[in-house]
């Protein structure tokens, strides 16, 4: 820790309460000039509240807190940005009408009280700072129509284009791949030389043993302390995040219990052009089959096409050995297939609605009463079991999803495929931006589904979670696939090895 | 790289509903110049753009408001009691001035707009709701505290039938009869450039797509969510203002009960033209084209003879088709309805 260098920001004793729930309980945090800072916690410990707080966006029951020395009583936002912090939010804050040229420029033209804008500025700082990522992106594109990966890149810009002397990052890299990771943490590691600090939260643990320097840990609202990254390691940061130990173990296929004798899915040569070519598997009963690839290599729009979202032009699916034509959602969930999108904050909530509603809105029929009326007590036994079972931390189901963290939301998303009870679940990303240990509880759920006969699909970058939760695994690239092996048949660095490879 | 961007933008154009709903007009005007060659005289034309006036300039007041993610239903009784209290006004003075009557009625327009705004911003009534209730108070006021009293066209002051009768320039047809184009066309223009002007190129514009778009977003790039949405109110209150003085020039009758009532047919004239009711996305030209659609409905029944009691069926009807030519649009490209969003 730079102790002598001088503090930039400094928290203390902040405190916010929301109905039900104490967000933050008296949690202090400080960062110093040129410091690169990761803060840590479960889902739902409050570590967006402390990032709004410092943005000025939300105002906390008590504390204080100092920036460049200056004590502020009420923060604004607008203080905080013109005292250089720059905040990637959790939910990227961009605005889906405009184009992404104005999305990175925007906020730096409120910033410096411009009265009339320039189109010409626009584009240049935009251009600017999207060819430095190595990126092409049409920046007259609006941000509504595209992928939550760029969304995030152009989150990033737009930080990176401010002056900013401290940068919060709220889970900036859940969508974005490898290679852009490394280009992010390359910019932190420029902007620590230039004086500029950091403030990094994520969920994966090693990004953040590798980025910073030290580790700040809340749970529960609480401070748990602040360690010297040196000083840790993946499970020690774990421990302090959950208070116990996890333990990973590899996922066993029962397949002589279950003796599957048809599989349950079969794809025969599905082609989408531009998208994904020839793609043929089989998924048996009790299965789970990861599917991985980089970003953009097709995975995503493959399974939207199994869930009807994206039309094939050619090749057909099965399910149970019959032909199944699927032109809707609506078929592949009669048909027992459920889809937990990628993208889940935007296609998987009714942010305004309660926890409850959003949770059942899958099964809706089956709570119909005699008289086609929803039954009300059907319908808070079936969100209060998923709830339980995932550990959704929430004052209650009726609060709205909007209310809870990031985390949090994911898993509503999950409870409500789970309430259909599927034949077959594909799960696109099934634990971005979720905590160590919730992660592995997921783990567990789907394991336990797998175990009493449904096949999952698991599509993942992450090559450990993909190792020890598949009995199978696919590897796309370009659309194509190129590797079809059993998990236990390759290590970790084989794979990393075959997604890396050019293909020829 | 460069043809990837020529075929972006051709294919954004063909995303755009305003090229679905200037061919839909285009076709329309054929069909009906085929019934009626005197639909397309540049006469009639003129006509056309002298009638939508006040329609036009109260549906750009909307669209700000719509982009902004907000709804006025206010803006008729506002347009009223600018026009009503400008014309007695004129009338109990003596003071024969279309400047002093459009200043009075914009007057009305800003003070009534800025209880609007003050309601919506300080206390963050919905939008709906709030403009629902000042719209009666304000036509309430009117009635009890103005008066009731009709103006007829001999108490009506010269000035705004000066005003009314006003071309910009004229023309002489075959037969020795004068038309021309009407001031009206032209405030209609600069109001609709001014609007374009401000929401293309100021912050304060930028900041109204900017919290139609999110406004959570817009709070935390510090935008000044409260000054913004006061604008926007104020706004529409002066543009209902300068409606209200058109309008009663075109007409040369007053009646304070007059315009109120016809909110949801400029409102529909708006979303016609692209914009989303759910704000943050929409054009002027949209918008313009619209206005133009209802107006030449309206007048092309009159042409082939239909009786006026067509006109609300034909608009349910072409709103309906031209928002579902969008929305299948929408469709079409992948996922985008459920998966982009
Ligand atoms: N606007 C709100 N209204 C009510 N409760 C809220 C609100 N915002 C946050 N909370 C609650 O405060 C707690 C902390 O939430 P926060 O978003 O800070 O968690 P987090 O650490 O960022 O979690 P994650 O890793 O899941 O993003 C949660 O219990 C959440 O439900
Ligand atoms: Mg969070």
């Given at each position: 820790?730079?102790?002598?260098?001088?503090?930039?920001?400094e928290?203390?004793?902040?405190?916010?309460?929301?109905?039900?729930?104490?967000?933050?309980?008296?949690?202090?945090?400080?960062?110093?000039?040129?410091?690169?800072?990761?803060?840590?916690?479960?889902?739902?410990?409050g570590?967006?509240?402390?990032?709004?707080?410092?943005?000025?966006?939300?105002?906390?029951?008590?504390g204080?807190?100092?920036?460049?020395?200056?004590?502020?009583?009420?923060?604004?936002?607008?203080?905080?940005?013109?005292?250089g912090?720059?905040?990637?939010?959790?939910?990227?804050?961009l605005?889906?009408?405009?184009?992404?040229?104005?999305?990175?420029?925007?906020?730096?033209?409120?910033?410096?009280?411009?009265?009339i804008i320039?189109?010409?500025?626009?584009?240049d700082?935009?251009?600017k700072?999207?060819?430095?990522?190595?990126?092409?992106?049409?920046?007259?594109?609006?941000?509504?129509?595209?992928?939550?990966?760029?969304?995030?890149?152009v989150?990033?810009?737009?930080?990176?284009?401010?002056?900013?002397?401290?940068?919060?990052?709220?889970?900036?890299?859940?969508?974005?791949?490898?290679?852009?990771i490394?280009?992010?943490?390359?910019?932190?590691?420029?902007?620590?030389?230039?004086?500029?600090?950091?403030?990094?939260?994520?969920h994966k643990?090693s990004?953040?043993?590798?980025?910073?320097?030290?580790v700040?840990?809340?749970?529960?609202?609480k401070?748990?302390?602040?360690?010297?990254?040196?000083?840790?390691?993946h499970d020690?940061l774990?421990f302090?995040?959950?208070?116990?130990?996890?333990t990973?173990?590899?996922?066993n296929?029962?397949?002589?219990?279950?003796?599957?004798k048809?599989?349950?899915?079969?794809?025969?040569?599905?082609?989408?052009?531009?998208?994904?070519?020839?793609?043929?598997f089989?998924?048996?009963?009790?299965?789970?089959?990861?599917?991985?690839g980089?970003?953009?290599?097709?995975?995503?729009?493959?399974?939207?096409?199994l869930?009807?979202?994206n039309?094939?032009?050619?090749?057909?699916?099965?399910?149970?050995?019959?032909?199944?034509n699927?032109k809707?959602?609506?078929?592949?969930?009669?048909?027992?297939?459920?889809?937990?999108?990628?993208?889940?904050?935007?296609?998987?909530?009714?942010?305004?609605?309660?926890?409850?509603?959003?949770?059942?809105?899958?099964?809706?029929?089956?709570?119909?009463?005699?008289?086609?009326?929803?039954?009300?007590?059907?319908?808070y036994?079936?969100?209060?079991?998923w709830?339980?079972e995932?550990n959704?931390?929430?004052?209650?189901l009726d609060?709205?999803?909007?209310?809870l963290?990031?985390?949090?939301?994911?898993?509503?998303?999950?409870?409500?495929w789970?309430?259909?009870?599927?034949?077959?679940?594909?799960?696109?990303?099934?634990?971005?931006?979720?905590?160590?240990?919730?992660?592995?509880?997921?783990?567990h759920?789907?394991?336990?589904?797998?175990?009493?006969?449904?096949?999952?699909?698991?599509?993942?970058?992450?090559?450990?979670?993909?190792?020890?939760?598949?009995?199978?695994?696919?590897?796309?690239?370009?659309?194509?696939?190129?590797?079809?092996?059993?998990?236990?048949?390759?290590?970790?660095?084989?794979?990393?090895?075959?997604?890396?490879?050019?293909?020829? | 790289?460069?043809?990837?961007?020529?075929?972006?933008?051709?294919?954004?154009?063909?995303?755009?509903?305003?090229?679905?709903?200037?061919?839909?007009?285009?076709?329309?005007?054929?069909?009906?110049?085929?019934?009626?060659?005197?639909?397309?005289?540049?006469?009639?034309?003129?006509?056309?753009?002298?009638?939508?006036?006040v329609?036009?300039?109260?549906a750009?007041?909307?669209?700000?408001?719509?982009?902004?993610?907000?709804?006025?239903?206010s803006?008729?009784?506002?347009?009223?009691?600018?026009?009503?209290?400008?014309?007695?006004?004129?009338?109990?003075?003596?003071?024969?001035?279309?400047?002093?009557?459009?200043?009075?009625?914009?007057?009305?327009?800003?003070?009534?707009?800025?209880?609007n705004?003050?309601?919506?911003?300080?206390?963050?009534?919905?939008?709906?709701?709030?403009?629902?209730?000042?719209?009666?108070?304000f036509?309430g006021?009117?009635?009890?505290?103005?008066?009731?009293?009709?103006?007829?066209?001999?108490?009506?002051?010269?000035?705004?039938?000066?005003?009314?009768?006003?071309?910009?320039?004229?023309l002489?047809?075959?037969?020795?009869?004068?038309?021309?184009?009407?001031?009206?066309?032209?405030?209609?223009?600069?109001?609709?450039?001014?609007?374009?002007?401000?929401?293309?190129?100021?912050?304060?514009?930028?900041?109204?797509?900017?919290?139609?778009?999110?406004?959570?977003?817009?709070?935390?790039?510090?935008?000044?969510?409260?000054?913004?949405?006061?604008?926007?109110?104020?706004?529409?209150?002066?543009?209902?203002?300068i409606?209200?003085?058109?309008?009663?020039?075109?007409?040369?009758?007053?009646n304070?009960?007059?315009?109120?009532?016809?909110?949801?047919?400029?409102?529909?004239?708006?979303?016609?033209?692209?914009?989303?009711?759910?704000?943050?996305?929409?054009?002027?030209?949209?918008t313009?084209?619209?206005v133009?659609?209802i107006?030449?409905?309206?007048?092309?029944?009159?042409?082939?003879?239909?009786?006026?009691?067509?006109?609300?069926?034909?608009v349910?009807?072409?709103?309906?088709?031209?928002?579902?030519?969008?929305?299948?649009?929408?469709?079409?490209?992948?996922?985008?309805?459920?998966?982009?969003?």
């Amino acid at each position: 820790m730079p102790e002598n260098s001088e503090k930039f920001l400094e928290v203390k004793n902040v405190s916010k309460s929301y109905v039900g729930v104490q967000a933050l309980d008296k949690v202090s945090l400080s960062i110093h000039k040129g410091e690169i800072d990761c803060l840590v916690g479960e889902n739902g410990s409050g570590k967006s509240t402390l990032i709004k707080i410092i943005a000025g966006v939300v105002q906390p029951d008590e504390g204080e807190i100092i920036i460049n020395g200056k004590s502020f009583k009420k923060l604004h936002a607008i203080d905080s940005i013109r005292e250089g912090i720059q905040v990637i939010y959790q939910d990227l804050s961009l605005f889906p009408n405009m184009t992404i040229a104005e999305n990175i420029s925007l906020n730096q033209m409120v910033e410096r009280k411009r009265k009339i804008i320039s189109w010409h500025e626009i584009n240049d700082i935009a251009e600017k700072e999207i060819s430095r990522i190595n990126k092409e992106l049409n920046l007259e594109e609006k941000v509504e129509n595209i992928s939550i990966a760029n969304k995030q890149l152009v989150a990033i810009c737009r930080a990176l284009t401010q002056d900013a002397k401290l940068i919060i990052m709220d889970e900036p890299t859940t969508a974005i791949a490898k290679k852009e990771i490394d280009f992010l943490f390359s910019v932190i590691t420029d902007l620590k030389k230039r004086g500029i600090s950091t403030l990094f939260v994520s969920h994966k643990l090693s990004e953040v043993l590798k980025i910073s320097e030290k580790v700040t840990v809340i749970r529960d609202g609480k401070l748990v302390g602040v360690y010297n990254t040196k000083d840790l390691n993946h499970d020690k940061l774990s421990f302090y995040m959950s208070g116990r130990k996890i333990t990973n173990s590899a996922f066993n296929y029962q397949k002589e219990k279950l003796e599957p004798k048809k599989p349950l899915l079969e794809v025969k040569d599905l082609s989408k052009k531009g998208n994904f070519q020839d793609i043929s598997f089989k998924v048996y009963s009790g299965e789970i089959i990861g599917i991985t690839g980089i970003l953009g290599s097709g995975r995503t729009e493959l399974a939207l096409a199994l869930f009807g979202l994206n039309k094939p032009d050619s090749g057909n699916i099965y399910i149970d050995g019959k032909l199944a034509n699927i032109k809707y959602p609506k078929d592949a969930i009669d048909l027992g297939l459920s889809y937990l999108p990628e993208d889940r904050l935007n296609q998987g909530l009714f942010i305004k609605k309660s926890i409850g509603n959003n949770i059942v809105v899958t099964v809706l029929k089956s709570l119909l009463s005699r008289f086609n009326l929803i039954n009300n007590n059907n319908k808070y036994k079936s969100a209060k079991e998923w709830t339980e079972e995932l550990n959704v931390l929430a004052p209650s189901l009726d609060t709205s999803a909007q209310s809870l963290s990031g985390g949090n939301q994911q898993r509503i998303v999950i409870a409500k495929w789970l309430a259909t009870n599927p034949k077959i679940f594909i799960l696109d990303g099934p634990t971005v931006g979720i905590d160590v240990a919730s992660k592995s509880n997921i783990h567990h759920i789907i394991r336990n589904l797998a175990n009493r006969g449904m096949g999952v699909i698991i599509i993942s970058d992450e090559i450990q979670e993909i190792l020890n939760n598949c009995n199978r695994l696919i590897v796309i690239k370009e659309g194509r696939m190129v590797k079809e092996m059993d998990t236990n048949e390759v290590s970790e660095d084989k794979l990393l090895e075959i997604l890396s490879r050019k293909i020829v | 790289m460069k043809k990837d961007i020529k075929n972006f933008k051709i294919q954004r154009l063909l995303k755009q509903h305003e090229l679905y709903l200037f061919v839909v007009i285009v076709m329309y005007s054929l069909f009906i110049t085929y019934l009626n060659p005197n639909f397309m005289s540049l006469e009639n034309l003129f006509d056309l753009g002298k009638s939508s006036a006040v329609m036009g300039i109260m549906a750009i007041g909307v669209f700000v408001v719509l982009l902004s993610g907000g709804i006025d239903i206010s803006f008729t009784a506002v347009a009223i009691s600018g026009q009503y209290i400008a014309a007695n006004f004129l009338i109990a003075s003596g003071i024969d001035n279309i400047m002093l009557a459009f200043l009075i009625s914009c007057s009305v327009g800003v003070v009534l707009g800025a209880i609007n705004g003050f309601l919506i911003s300080k206390f963050n009534i919905p939008t709906l709701i709030a403009t629902l209730g000042t719209s009666s108070v304000f036509h309430g006021a009117l009635l009890t505290i103005v008066g009731t009293k009709a103006i007829n066209s001999a108490q009506l002051p010269d000035c705004f039938k000066a005003f009314g009768s006003f071309d910009v320039f004229t023309l002489t047809k075959p037969n020795g009869v004068y038309y021309g184009l009407s001031i009206f066309v032209i405030v209609f223009i600069i109001i609709a450039i001014l609007t374009w002007l401000i929401l293309k190129y100021t912050m304060l514009g930028r900041g109204i797509y900017a919290i139609g778009g999110d406004i959570n977003s817009a709070i935390r790039s510090a935008f000044n969510i409260p000054k913004i949405q006061f604008f926007i109110y104020c706004y529409v209150g002066f543009l209902a203002g300068i409606a209200g003085v058109i309008h009663i020039s075109l007409i040369r009758y007053g009646n304070p009960t007059y315009i109120v009532g016809d909110e949801l047919s400029v409102i529909a004239a708006v979303v016609l033209g692209g914009t989303r009711i759910t704000g943050g996305t929409g054009t002027i030209i949209g918008t313009i084209m619209g206005v133009a659609m209802i107006t030449i409905l309206n007048n092309s029944l009159i042409l082939v003879g239909l009786s006026s009691y067509w006109h609300d069926l034909f608009v349910g009807l072409i709103i309906i088709i031209s928002v579902s030519i969008t929305s299948y649009q929408n469709k079409m490209s992948v996922g985008n309805i459920i998966f982009r969003r």
